[in-house]
């Protein structure tokens, strides 16, 4: 990259101090990361402004700045002005790449509750399909079938492009990702030229970031604003903001009902479901009339990808999903309870996982719900959440979850608000004590819902992050009771 070129990309307002004969290191958005030669892109946050530390990048060795203000100068760094360095970010940070992402078809998939579920399914039908796939998601990102730790829904444009960079080099062909509204609404997907974008619902979730429930939509339609004429926007009508995707679409659109369409559930058990979609039989593993939509919009993204339907139901019907979605743990429901572990952590998600548990149990069995609610994270969800559990399971134990900068008993008095009766309801504040009480007192005969948390192997308290596995916990904790019984 030259800086003429980097130049002609921003359309700047005004440039000082152009040396078109130096060389251009890498793009930074954090002045700590800046080294010699750097270009330092200052992006206004919701918390921190990256103006502020214009100084500490050049000190580091930054060349290039690329900012919102000409405030800065110093003779020996081209300040580059621009009217809005959000939106340039992305399309630098391919640039820098070698444009990665117009090597590959591109999936990206957003709504409140399936994404991480429906970006899995995909995944797993194109490797099963002999494509050479890459994922990005909440769970985890995989470059083929190498695995690596995932720390947000959606990097920011920088890790992006070089995640991206690492899957071309690798020999990726496709890449299927989840798209936060936060990423969406802060253009780190900007650049990207998606070939399928897919909605699976809205609801009640990050209001602390966008205040209302119309913010929220709007900042999740902006991914099929930007869709071109030759690309595809998969979108379940069944969810009240469906049809607002498509408003400004010029996509070609595909659409999923399972209210309106010849789509159905032919049986949905604790042992699988069964549903007819675009005239095939999907028979899957997966529970729950929730999963049904993320089947069938899993099935229309990969038709849209060129992928034969038949060989779609095929590796639908072997796929497991994503790890902390409705998982058993291990060894549960053979000598003790039933332990399930999901990271439903909206009063919608809360809802279908417990709606669907209480449709598929025996009439025998009890219901037993352990969960909690983050921290620093929109309180107005956590009565809501009350509210559903009291609905549907037959006892609730309240504890912590990511109580991050909370107190936790703040977190859980919220919660317990949300309940008309304290009868059947329980509050732990250690996690792993509320776990354990929940195995202790449960006989053979009941399902427990470890929700929350799912694939997450820590817990966030003032800042830091402590290992905390539910499943591996609830496994312990199995096992020791398995072993007192005996």
């Not at 070089?162 to 936060?182: P, T």
């Amino acid at each position: 990259m030259t800086l003429e070129r980097l130049i002609e990309i921003c359309n700047p307002l005004h440039v000082t101090n152009a040396n078109y004969g130096i060389e251009l290191g890498s793009p930074v958005l954090d002045s700590r990361e800046a080294q010699d030669r750097s270009v330092f892109i200052a992006v206004r946050g919701t918390r921190v402004d990256g103006h502020m530390f214009i100084e500490d990048a050049v000190e580091r060795g930054a060349s290039v700045v690329i900012c919102e203000d000409s405030f800065y100068s110093h003779e020996d760094v081209c300040v580059i002005e621009v009217e809005n360095t959000k939106t340039l970010t992305g399309i630098i940070a391919q640039e820098f790449a070698g444009n990665p992402a117009k090597k590959l078809q591109i999936v990206g998939i957003t709504g409140t509750n399936g994404k991480t579920t429906t970006a899995t399914l995909v995944y797993q039908v194109l490797r099963d399909c002999n494509k050479k796939a890459s994922l990005l998601g909440t769970v985890s990102k995989r470059i083929l079938d190498d695995e690596f730790d995932s720390k947000l829904t959606t990097s920011d444009p920088i890790e992006l492009a070089k995640d991206m960079q690492k899957m071309v080099e690798a020999g990726s062909e496709y890449l299927v990702m989840e798209v936060s509204s936060h990423a969406l609404d802060q253009h780190r997907v900007a650049g990207v030229p998606f070939k399928v974008a897919a909605f699976t619902n809205l609801s009640h979730d990050h209001l602390d970031y966008h205040e209302t429930l119309e913010e929220y939509a709007n900042a999740k339609s902006r991914l099929f604003d930007s869709l071109q004429e030759d690309a595809f926007a998969v979108v379940n009508m069944d969810d009240k903001h469906g049809s607002a995707m498509l408003d400004s679409c010029k996509a070609q659109k595909v659409t999923l009902s399972f209210e309106h369409d010849s789509a159905y559930i032919l049986e949905n058990t604790a042992n699988g479901i069964s549903i007819i979609i675009d005239g095939q039989k999907i028979e899957s593993p997966l529970v729950g009339k929730f999963n049904a939509y993320n089947l069938g919009e899993a099935y229309f993204i990969c038709k849209c990808l060129g992928l034969e339907p038949k060989d779609i139901v095929k590796a639908l019907s072997e796929a497991k999903g994503a790890p902390g979605r409705m998982e058993t743990v291990s060894g549960s429901g053979e000598h003790g309870p039933l332990v399930i572990v999901d990271y439903a952590h909206t009063p919608d998600a809360l809802q279908n996982v417990l709606s669907t548990l209480s449709a598929v149990k025996d009439a025998s069995q009890k219901l037993t719900v352990v969960f909690g609610a983050g921290g620093d994270r929109d309180s107005a969800k956590r009565p809501e959440m009350a509210k559903v559990s009291e609905l549907f399971a037959d006892k609730v134990i309240v504890t912590s979850d990511n109580p991050r900068t909370e107190n936790p008993d703040v977190i859980i008095a919220d919660i317990i608000a949300g309940f008309e009766n304290l009868d059947k309801v329980a509050s732990v504040t250690n996690r792993r004590d509320a776990i354990e009480k929940a195995i202790q007192e449960a006989d053979d005969n009941e399902i427990i819902l470890i929700a929350g948390k799912g694939h997450e192997d820590y817990q966030e308290i003032n800042g830091e992050r402590h290992h905390f596995d539910d499943r591996e916990i609830a496994s312990e904790l199995l096992q020791l009771k398995v072993g007192e019984g005996q």
